[in-house]
């Protein structure tokens, strides 16, 4: 929509002060930019303007005459001449600011939002000191559960409309509406449907009184109590920028802090309560020995150590295998590495645990994209994991892409997902044909498509739809839509801090700094300052996983990493703990697999260690400490030094920040990211690795391995991750535990008649000797028949091993 | 006045079956359209209107030629007809709808050959279930005889009208809300700019005209605009449609040329006062209209003489209070209305119409105090800042704004009467 002849800036004066702003900003955020706050409640930045709180009223000069408008929905113009201050202005917005507080309940004392709310520190600025309305306010019955996690007061509310308008334009899930008309207008939920919405939690955010509040948090404290510390969400890998207050050493809430390059402000509810596990009272505060009776008793840290610096020590250094680290900060991966390359001297590690992709694409892909080039791209391809369910930021800045910025978007995926509604085409197929799909989309049989993906800059999200998929499908996509006009990439993975993990070298075919593990400059440059490096690549998850059954491995180091819940064979993961002579669990709680091992050692989490992630661009941000861990809890780093002196080597990890230093130092795509180059600063974006300056050593062009996958005849099984589930984390925090869905087999209807099947009869599905589960169908017409799909992460669907080919039935 | 009556005639002349194809087709329906059509190109449909000089009927005055030109260019635009016609005391549009719909549909037609349009709606409030139906009765007619549908007369024009029933709220009559409600959505007022004539129905051009101004057009259409304007005074051409009502003689509909004084429109044509009474005060443009008392009996019934004296014409709404009306219990009646229609959007309207509506109400029920006389203006002012007409508006459209005009009258010309209600703890008259 460039128009050469229109100019780019132009001069306004705002209170006798010129400014030069973007031609057409909107008045109210130009001058704000050039430090003329007007006070505004409706409007938010991130939200089309609606002009309806009126209290941005400013005077513009016309022809006419001063007039008054509205600042939020006014764009600029060249010359244009604003009073903010004149006695029309003032007794306007004082006016509103009466009529916004004649009905509301002035509850202030027992409010949440008190302390901290738009409308009394705008009434302190603006406002009338007293009211004169002496007829009875406006009530409500009040507040009311809208939804598992909030509260709605009606009485509190000011109308702005910024629930709605989030749930609408933002969140495309449009739960809340004004109801009624007039002085009876109220937000409410439609009947029967609750505000079940994965962001709901942004609506109490941005409430500019205390109308929305969230079960989490309300009556837990005041804000003046509360100390906060800017921070990365880990929940996945989006790495979403967040606030962590705390009171009394009980992180209390997380709030969304405001950039361009990741979140916009927003966070989803798993992120923005899933804090809850942080002050958990099954939280690990001693280090656990089990005795010969199979218990665990309680050991000091002296003993621990002793213990697992023994075993680790008469095990054979390539007999011992390291799995995790993707839940950590880099520093404590980076540790992990050094440890377990150098003083265990082991090549076989992994962050994932068989339901990532090649550690290698996720990292080094190329050419890469970074989040805010959705902004700018022509089409968008998602065909990876249902965003919405496994990356919900990134869905909502997906979604803003295709509704607001006009983005094309083509969407595949074995089912719906939460982006179908937006997406320009949707092309489904059953798990195991999707290199099939590849090739038609390739051939031009999809000429719709084509036509899209054709319109550059493109970016493609690419990852794994489900845990059945091939990984490799994954990279026969990017190599097809690196070839797309001006395309970038995208590459997909879940887990909070993976990215920074493999970037750390917790792979078998990676070291530091996104180096080869093979490549010999690399391996050179590393073992100058480490000395000799074990032999590469390891084995991967799986392989350790194998290894350990098999008895070709014998010890196995867990960092945070609970793989009988999470690795793609349950079963076999259960089978390798059992068989290993020793394992030693770094864990926030004594998890599934923790509870397998021979030494638990309590470590400190988020919130309460330093240092930084790396999210899925690459982007590092920091993390910060704001409370102590529980009991006799340590940061991992510490334990890995103390255990290598131990073991007669020398990690060399004194402080977080130490192990900072070095990975600048020997990680080449971390050259110059430092822990200053990272202090919030304007724009709190993050750096980007490698920087400008800095060494990429790994360029990972993906190749179209042909034929991946293949069909199987009977039922293909999908099997996905849904966004509230049973993990460790969620099952602990009283808020997000009652959200996991049902579990359910879904299938088509079709498919369900042809099993004699009703919707909500129990239904079989059997992936062999990897497990079965008996659950309740539900009609599905999304997917395509012969496709059963499973939500993977849940209590009662855990068992089940991701197996393509499963048979479907009604139980014997 | 029987040579002027341009939109009743009519129906003034054949009162059972002015509706009808038949009757329409006799009294020389369609011929302006058939004119149009086969003599005219559509800008000099739009320079006939335009040299009428004819203003929008719906309330606001605005030279429909001008409006008709600020139409933006677009492959798809909508005409969209008010009949929203909730404003109290008004009732013109019903008779139009009712009793001379295929007026209306030719209108319309020649009106959409004029704009490049081939999709109009007629929004009719959801209390006129009659009107309705006699409209899309004669969109059938209408469509079955060619004159609406495709290939309109082998003209090769297409035009298509949709009758759309509103859900009964008064804000649906303002253009943007209407369009919202058009769309399914809350009937909410839109902020403007964008205007309508740019980005309007589905954010295309839309062009809403009243039904009474659409319903002049096939008239200036055959005899020319020039003729059009020749009738009544400058700024307020042709004629015009009143709603007379209250405590009036001969209440009802009346065609009137502009121009005569309120005392001839009141007295001559309303009949005067029942009952010997006298006249206490009167809406001379419906209720959001600031009100005028006898002083005015003297002013004309232009646009220009009523805007001098600080109200309006509006929708044409003549309501008429004899001296036994309260002025308090009427204002009352008048900001319960608003209150009752704030679509609730905009703080200040929501919450402002309601605070005066109580206010008035505590008065009239003896439990006023004297501040609250300035409050009402002090609150009055904090929506209409300056309490002018036409109003300065802290809101988003003017139905705030007119709320507070039964306040600035009967506290600008009876603030006496007012205060005794204060002093004697209740209504003075009973």
Redesign the interface.
């Known amino acids: 929509m460039a128009d050469e002849t229109r100019p780019e800036k132009v001069t306004i004066t705002v209170d006798g002060q010129e400014m030069v702003v973007g031609n057409g900003a909107l008045l109210i955020q130009a001058a704000q930019d050039n430090g003329n706050y007007i006070p505004r409640f409706c409007w938010h930045a991130r939200m089309n ?7 941005c ?1 400013v005077e513009v000069e016309t022809p006419r005459g001063p ?2 408008v ?1 600042a939020c ?1 006014t764009p600029v113009n060249d010359g244009m001449e604003v009073d903010t201050q004149s006695d ?1 202005v003032k ?2 917005q ?3 600011l ?3 507080l ?2 509301h309940p002035l509850d202030c004392p027992v409010c949440d939002r008190g302390g901290e709310c738009p409308l009394q520190d705008q009434t302190m600025s603006y406002g009338p000191g007293e009211s ?2 002496v ?1 009875e306010k406006r009530h409500f019955e009040k507040p009311i559960e809208i939804s598992d996690l909030v509260l709605l007061d009606r009485e509190r509310c ?2 702005c409309a910024r629930c709605t308008r989030f749930s609408d334009e933002i969140s495309g899930d449009p739960l809340i509406e ?1 109801k ?6 109220q937000v409410l939920t439609f009947p029967d449907e609750p505000f079940a919405s994965y962001f709901s939690g942004n609506t109490v955010q941005i409430c500019p009184v205390g109308a929305l509040t969230a079960k989490p948090y309300r009556f837990r404290a005041r804000p003046w109590d509360l100390e906060a510390v800017e921070s990365t969400c880990t929940h996945c890998s989006v790495g979403c920028r967040i606030s962590v207050q705390a009171s009394q050493n009980q992180v209390l809430r997380f709030l969304g802090v405001d950039n361009d390059a990741t979140n916009h402000g927003w966070l989803c509810d798993k992120g923005r309560f899933g804090f809850e596990y942080i002050n958990s009272p099954d939280r690990l505060g001693t280090p656990l020995i089990k005795g010969e009776d199979g218990e665990f008793r309680e050991a000091s840290w002296g003993e621990a150590l002793d213990v697992v610096a023994d075993h680790l020590g008469s095990i054979l250094g390539p007999e011992v295998a390291g799995l995790g680290g993707a839940r950590g900060t880099n520093e404590e991966a980076f540790a992990f590495g050094k440890f377990m390359r150098t003083i265990v001297v082991t090549p076989h590690l992994d962050a994932q645990l068989g339901d990532g992709l090649d550690p290698q694409f996720l990292v080094a892909a190329t050419p890469r994209s970074a989040i805010p080039d959705l902004e700018s791209a022509a089409t968008i391809l998602v065909w990876g994991p249902d965003l919405k369910e496994e990356l919900p930021v990134l869905y909502l800045r997906v979604r803003r892409a295709a509704t607001e910025l006009g983005a094309n978007l083509v969407v595949v995926h074995p089912r719906r997902t939460g982006l179908d509604d937006v997406a320009t085409h949707k092309l489904t197929y059953r798990p195991g044909e999707g290199a099939a799909m590849l090739a038609a989309i390739a051939g031009g049989e999809h000429p719709e498509v084509t036509e899209v993906l054709n319109e550059g800059p493109v970016v493609a999200l690419i990852g794994r739809p489900g845990l059945t998929e091939d990984a490799r499908l994954a990279e026969s996509v990017a190599a097809f839509a690196r070839d797309l006009p001006e395309a970038g990439l995208l590459p997909l993975a879940r887990r909070s801090n993976v990215y920074g993990a493999l970037d750390m070298g917790l792979a078998p075919n990676l070291l530091p700094g996104r180096v080869a593990a093979t490549a010999d400059a690399g391996r050179a440059a590393l073992e100058d300052a480490w000395g000799p490096l074990p032999e590469a690549p390891g084995r991967d998850a799986a392989g350790i996983m194998t290894g350990l059954a098999e008895g070709e491995l014998k010890g196995l180091v867990l960092l945070g990493s609970d793989p009988v819940r999470d690795f793609v064979d349950p079963a076999l993961a259960r089978k390798a703990l059992e068989a290993a002579e020793f394992v030693v669990a770094f864990d926030l709680f004594l998890s599934d697999s923790a509870r397998m091992a021979d030494v638990v050692l309590p470590v400190e989490g988020f919130a309460e260690s330093e240092g930084t992630v790396t999210n899925l661009e690459g982007r590092v941000q920091k993390v910060n400490r704001l409370i102590p861990g529980p009991g006799q809890s340590r940061p991992t780093w510490s334990i890995l030094d103390d255990l290598a002196a131990r073991m007669g080597g020398d990690l060399g990890a004194a402080s977080a920040e130490d192990v900072s230093r070095e990975i600048a130092d020997l990680a080449p795509a971390y050259a110059g990211i430092t822990w200053e180059a990272l202090d919030w600063g304007v724009g709190r974006e993050g750096l980007v690795a490698p920087l400008p300056e800095a060494e990429q050593p790994l360029e990972f062009v993906p190749v179209d391995a042909g034929g991946n996958g293949e069909a199987p005849k009977n039922f293909a099984l999908h099997l996905a991750r849904v966004l509230y589930d049973d993990g460790v984390l969620s099952r602990v925090a009283p808020s997000l535990a009652p959200l996991a869905p049902e579990a359910a087999v879904h299938l088509h209807p079709d498919d369900l008649g042809r099993l004699g099947a009703a919707v909500g009869d129990i239904v079989r599905v059997s992936a062999g000797n990897r497990g079965a589960v008996e659950l309740p169908a539900v009609a599905d017409a999304s997917l395509a028949t012969g496709t059963v799909y499973v939500p993977a992460n849940l209590a009662a669907t855990a068992s089940l091993g991701a197996v393509l080919a499963v048979t479907v039935g009604k139980p014997s | 006045m029987s040579d002027t009556l341009i939109l009743t005639g009519r129906m003034e002349a054949h009162t059972s079956d002015s509706h009808t194809l038949k009757r329409y087709e006799a009294t020389g329906g369609y011929e302006a359209l058939r004119k149009a059509l086969a003599e005219m190109t559509p800008e000099q449909v739009q320079e006939e209107l335009t040299l009428s000089e004819i203003r929008g009927r719906g309330g606001a005055f605005f030279p429909c030629g001008m409006k008709w030109g600020f139409l933006a260019p677009s492959e798809t635009r909508y005409l969209v007809i008010n009949g929203d016609e909730s404003e109290p005391g008004t009732f013109k549009d019903r008779q139009l709808l009712e009793r001379d719909p295929h007026q209306l549909i030719e209108g319309i037609v020649i009106s959409c050959y004029a704009l490049g349009v081939n999709q109009a709606f007629v929004y009719i409030r959801g209390e006129y279930p009659r009107p309705a139906r006699r409209v899309q009765a004669a969109i059938e007619e209408a469509r079955a005889a060619g004159y609406v549908g495709e290939n309109i007369l082998g003209s090769g024009l297409d035009v298509d009208v949709m009758v759309h029933l509103g859900g009964g709220a008064y804000i649906c009559g303002e253009e943007t809300a209407l369009l919202n409600s058009l769309e399914g959505k809350r009937g909410e007022p839109r902020i403007k700019p964008p205007f309508p004539a740019v980005e309007g129905l589905y954010a295309k051009p839309t062009i809403v005209n009243n039904v009474e101004t659409i319903s002049n057009v096939p008239w200036i259409i055959t005899n020319g605009g020039v003729a059009y304007a020749a009738i009544g005074p400058e700024g307020s051409r042709g004629s015009r449609m009143f709603s007379l009502s209250g405590h009036i003689n001969n209440p009802g509909n009346v065609e009137i040329v502009m121009g005569m004084t309120w005392r001839e429109l009141l007295y001559d044509i309303g009949g005067g006062i029942p009952n010997g009474r006298e006249l206490k005060m009167w809406i001379p443009g419906g209720a959001s209209a600031p009100w005028f008392t006898q002083k005015h009996l003297d002013t004309l019934v232009t646009h220009d003489d009523v805007t001098a004296e600080g109200s309006m014409l509006g929708s044409g709404a003549i309501v008429v209070m004899d001296d036994t009306t309260c002025v308090v219990k009427a204002a009352h009646r008048v900001v319960k209305f608003f209150a009752h229609e704030s679509c609730g959007q905009c703080t200040p309207c929501r919450e402002g119409t309601s605070w005066l509506e109580r206010m008035l109400w505590r008065i009239e029920n003896g439990a006023g105090r004297q501040i609250d006389l300035d409050l009402l203006l002090d609150v009055s002012d904090n929506i209409s800042p300056g309490l002018q007409w036409p109003p300065a508006m802290t809101t988003i459209c003017p139905l705030g704004p007119s709320a507070v005009s039964p306040i600035t009258s009967i506290m600008g010309y009876f603030r006496d009467e007012v205060a005794q209600h204060v002093d004697e703890g209740g209504c003075p008259l009973g």
């Open positions: 303007p609606v002009g309806m709180c009126r209290m009223l007039r008054l509205t929905t029309v007794k306007a004082e006016g509103v009466e009529f916004l004649i009905n004169r309305f007829e000011i109308l004004f009624d008309r007039g002085n009876y207008t």
